[in-house]
């Protein structure tokens, strides 16, 4: 009996209170199960943090669009430096045939005029289609020269004569072919100029 009455004796009023009344976050507990208070929204861990659906996708497609049109640009690049490439290459050739292809079509025109000379000009003929041919298959087209208005872009002129066949400004002889591939001119073509017909002086 003593021992009891001692213990109850030496409590506090703090002590009681502790025993019997409910702690602050008992009481929020409380209300919160029993809707008495305000509802508090957990919070997610950083690494669970909720993104707007619709956002996340506008966001994905402008990327995969940029992406798009980055790698489109670099196909066009690279297919024009390859189309460069190619027509370097060919330029190139050209350049080292045209001479003998030249000295071909001057070899053709004093053979005729030998007596014997006939065969030897019908084989430069055929040589000369033959080559003709091989250009034509690579893309390499010959310059439109006489009978067509000179044209300073694709036409050199070397020389100017009257004449009364040909209006002022076209192209009455060739001197040297030209060629382009497609648009790209590889060589001009060297040309003589008519300035009309001579001026009648009374």
Known sequence: MTSETDEKAGET??????????TASEVLEA??????????????????LRVDPQA??????????????DFDNFRKRA??????ATRRGRETTIK??????????????HAESGADAKAVA??????????VDTLDRMGIKRVATVGQPFD?????????????EHPAGTIVAEVQAGY???????????????KGPPVQVN
């Not at 080292?96 to 025109?109: Q, S, V």
């Open 31 to 48: 209300e919160v199960v029993e809707g008495a208070g305000p509802k508090l929204k957990s919070v997610p861990p950083v690494g669970e």
């Open 180 to 194: 382009a591939i497609g648009d790209f001119l590889v060589r001009p073509a060297m040309v003589v100029v008519s």
């Open 152 to 164: 300073p872009a694709r036409h050199e002129a070397i020389q100017h004569l009257e004449s009364k």
């Open 122 to 131: 019908d084989g430069i003929r055929m040589v000369t289609k033959q080559f």
């Open 13 to 22: 009023p703090d002590d009681k209170t502790d025993a019997t009344e409910p």
């Open 96 to 109: 080292d045939l045209l001479p003998i292809f030249d000295n071909l079509e001057r070899a053709a025109a």
């Open 79 to 84: 297919r024009r430096e390859q189309d460069d």
């Open 56 to 69: 996340e996708i506008a966001r994905l497609r402008d990327q995969l669009l940029r992406t798009a049109a």
